[in-house]
């Protein structure tokens, strides 16, 4: 049976890194919500994203620690919410050193723990569920209200261990929906995914 309770959380250490290593290192770790009722819901990281530094012009730090960018360049281990196309939610977490524009996007998830509470959240069918990052978030009841959160001490979101993934298991490609991007930064193969898991972004 899978325990997030008792499951040990990622300590700051783990965070305090590049996005782009962080963003490979979470893979096969589990993202942990415990919704205001008390529910428990959890799952399997199988895609991320790595936004890092001031030349990438795919970050939201690009133009400084200004506005809604301000998480990225603060500790590491904070959630950063925030809002596209004026309906979804985000995901990432801060990373790297404070001062350096850095955040992983959690892309997918594979569900875990209270799948069924995830689909009367998100009342879809198979994969549709989580398998993109907007996705997730309406499944796990992630919302802006949790952005800038802890997440090395917070109850209500958090990363706890999980298993390895093997590197043969893993792919590197360029990161999505990033036209706006310099040639150079589109390119960088900062997306992260579980080979041939079905829970993965299409």
């Not at 040639?183 to 579980?194: L, M, N, S, T």
Request: aromatic letters at 6%.
């Amino acid at each position: 049976m899978i325990n997030g309770d008792t499951a040990a959380r990622l300590p700051r250490a783990f965070f305090a890194e590049a996005a782009p290593d962080v963003a490979r290192a979470l893979l096969g770790h589990r993202l942990m919500r415990r919704l205001p009722d008390g529910r428990l819901l959890g799952g399997r990281i199988v895609e991320t994203e790595g936004y890092h530094g001031l030349q990438d012009s795919a970050s939201h730090g690009r133009s400084g620690p200004t506005g809604r960018a301000a998480v990225m360049f603060g500790e590491a281990g904070r959630a950063y919410v925030y809002l596209i196309y004026g309906m979804y939610d985000m995901l990432n977490i801060s990373t790297a050193e404070t001062g350096m524009p850095s955040a992983v996007l959690i892309r997918a998830i594979e569900p875990l723990i209270g799948e069924a509470v995830m689909r009367e959240l998100r009342p879809v069918k198979g994969v549709a569920l989580s398998n993109g990052p907007g996705k997730l978030c309406r499944a796990m009841q992630i919302t802006r209200a949790l952005n800038n959160e802890d997440l090395i001490g917070s109850d209500q979101l958090w990363l706890a261990a999980g298993e390895a993934v093997a590197a043969h298991e893993v792919s590197a490609t360029p990161r999505i929906g990033i036209d706006y991007a310099a040639p150079e930064c589109r390119d960088r193969p900062w997306r992260f995914i579980i080979n041939g898991n079905k829970w993965v972004s299409r």
